[in-house]
């Protein structure tokens, strides 16, 4: 489950006290909250397996409460490896990026075809219950929910075009840079379209925010 919920922890421990009454059990979950923001964001990957509760029925519960304002439901067996999240605080994320960065182009290559193998996969695992821009929505909902930044979808013709806006991007927040900072968010993304599509693309990150801009803009085509 990926969701946006209002930041008032009593709304969070109203959606857990939810799960308990339903018998449904929490595997993993990172719940995300920013200062000036009037929302969180989070994934959280459920058993249902002992509820007598269906998908469906739990996300009508959900937006019932009245508080989630984006809120995708998915039902599918996981292995222990997909529902496991493993958190990393941003300053030693910085450090493992720097690490490889400073390998130079091979160091952004490699960061760029990691990125593309997991958007890729992403793709793959969750293309059956979507439509291709609803399926781009959840997943950015979801990178949002997992602390990647916040994004927006500000233009989009299928199978051509697209341009993707990310404020607080985890690659470049905190980060001073002359160039375009991001390689791997770059690569999620042309993964992502690439399997949308089911062609080749090209990603240009024409806005970041390590040289100064607002946020950063990832401009999408098809090559």
Not at 12 to 38: A, E, M, R, W
Request: proline share 2%.
């Amino acid at each position: 489950m990926s969701f946006e919920l209002g930041s008032d922890v009593s709304l969070i421990i109203d959606t857990l006290k939810l799960f308990y009454s339903k018998k449904i059990n929490v595997l993993s979950c990172v719940i995300q909250g920013h200062p000036g923001y009037p929302y969180v964001n989070g994934v959280i990957f459920l058993d249902i397996t002992k509820s007598n509760i269906s998908s469906n029925e739990l996300e009508k519960r959900v937006r019932a409460l009245s508080y989630a304002s984006r809120l995708a439901i998915i039902e599918r067996g996981f292995t222990h490896g997909e529902a496991r999240i493993i958190a990393f605080p941003l300053e030693d994320l910085h450090n493992i990026l720097a690490s490889i960065k400073s390998m130079g182009e091979p160091g952004y290559a490699l960061l760029y075809h990691l990125g593309f193998n997991m958007g890729k996969d992403y793709v793959k695992k969750v293309s059956l219950f979507f439509s291709r821009y609803d399926l781009l929505k959840y997943l950015l909902l979801c990178y949002q929910g997992m602390g990647f930044g916040e994004f927006n979808v500000s233009k989009y013709v299928e199978g051509k075009e697209s341009i993707v806006e990310a404020r607080d991007l985890f690659e470049c927040i905190g980060v001073a840079s002359s160039e375009p900072n991001s390689h791997l968010f770059r690569g999620i993304l042309a993964g992502i379209f690439s399997e949308l599509w089911g062609d080749k693309v090209k990603v240009i990150e024409e806005k970041c925010i390590a040289k100064g801009d607002s946020k950063c803009v990832f401009k999408v085509e098809k090559v």
